[in-house]
Nanobody
Framework: QVHLKESGGGVVPIGGSLRLSCAASGGADTRYMAWFRQAPGREREGVASIGTISGTTMYGDSVKGRFTISQDNDKATLYLQMSSLQPEDTAVYYC????????????????????WGQGTQVTVSS
């Protein structure tokens, strides 16, 4: 069983930056990890993903050039560095992981991930 716990959320002004962390336990053999977000009344959206062995990354169109996903060398912590934050980035952000070999077309699809954290709220406010 993989346990994931997010931290680092909060209230940030428009144009500000924030770094989210996800502590992973029991997940030494995870193949992919990702960040998703969900705003009220909207579907869960893939933000960024990373192959834990290859280090290959993928980003959602709405965050390209502004967000960066990374992991510690021991792969026990996943990060999401967010910059140039806008009100539309306001959401609950979730960390997710899977052990399955997953085709790249699914790396930002919630259904491809088996393990989820509880989420952390990010609010971008003027």
């Amino acid at each position: 069983q993989v346990h994931l716990k997010e931290s680092g959320g909060g209230v940030v002004p428009i144009g500000g930056s924030l770094r989210l962390s996800c502590a992973a336990s029991g997940g030494a053999d995870t193949r992919y990890m990702a960040w998703f977000r969900q705003a009220p009344g909207r579907e869960r959206e893939g933000v960024a993903s990373i192959g834990t062995i290859s280090g290959t990354t993928m980003y959602g169109d709405s965050v390209k050039g502004r967000f960066t996903i990374s992991q510690d060398n021991d792969k026990a912590t996943l990060y999401l560095q967010m910059s140039s934050l806008q009100p539309e980035d306001t959401a609950v952000y979730y960390c997710a992981a899977t052990r399955k070999l997953t085709p790249s077309r699914l790396w930002l699809e919630p259904t491809a991930f088996d393990y989820w954290g509880q989420g952390t709220q990010v609010t971008v406010s003027s």
